[in-house]
Nanobody, 116 residues
């Protein structure tokens, strides 16, 4: 079992920055890929960024050049640095962990609101 706890969401003006954190606990040695997703009411949850245990990253086109995902294995934490935020980035952001056995775990989500 893996438990994920997100933090760092909040209200920010357009153009501002936020850093989300996701702390993992439990059988964390089996975690392979960690990712951030986001969801707005009435829409499907969408992938924002992923990072593998080897450090490879991937981003949605909508956030490339503005968001950075990083992983601190010593702290069992994954971060999402969000810069140049836009109102369209407003969503609930979820952390996801995928283990080497392809088990998937989700955090409870953290709200991000970007005002214009």
């Amino acid at each position: 079992q893996v438990q994920l706890v997100e933090s760092g969401g909040g209200l920010v003006q357009a153009g501002g920055s936020l850093r989300l954190s996701c702390a993992a606990s439990g059988i964390i040695s089996h975690i392979d890929t960690m990712a951030w997703y986001r969801q707005v009411p009435g829409k499907q949850r969408e992938l924002v960024a992923t990072v593998t245990d080897g450090g490879s990253t991937r981003y949605a086109d909508s956030v490339k050049g503005r968001f950075t995902i990083s992983r601190d294995s010593a702290k069992n934490t994954v971060y999402l640095q969000m810069n140049s935020l836009k109102p369209g980035d407003t969503a609930v952001y979820y952390c996801k962990a995928t283990t080497s056995a392809w088990n998937v775990y989700w955090g409870q989500g953290t709200h991000v609101t970007v005002s214009s």
